[in-house]
């Protein structure tokens, strides 16, 4: 499993891209997978529910576990959520590390 923050040339984190599922544990009972759905699925919901950000989903495949999702613009609340769900993500990692793989990757927002 593969998580990749995208992050802008300032080092603003702007969108999330997890893929891949971990095959801890039988389908369905993956708990790595089901920690890493619910931080992501929490994150959008909670730019939705609590900014007025807009989301750019540009895919999603719920077998395969990919969601590739940019956030349009980020104010601080965005900003706070996103620096959150890495914070979850990296935690995850450090017990996990044989399972998900965390990396960041500049891009420039057109």
Known sequence: MEAVIYRDS???NYGVQVSGHSDLGPAGNDVL???VSALTI????????FT??????LAVNE??????????????????LMN???L????????YSRYITIR??????C
Do not use: Y
């Open 10 to 12: 300032s080092g603003q």
């Open 88 to 95: 979850g993500l990296q935690e995850i990692e450090k017990s």
């Open 42 to 49: 929490n994150f959008v919901n909670s730019v939705e529910a």
């Open 63 to 80: 077998e395969e576990g990919f969601l590739h999702a940019e956030l349009e613009s980020v104010s601080d609340a965005s900003r706070l």
């Open 104 to 109: 960041f990757e500049e891009e420039s927002k």
């Open 33 to 35: 997978c089901s920690a």
């Open 52 to 57: 007025k950000d807009k989301w750019k989903v």
């Open 84 to 86: 959150s769900l890495v």
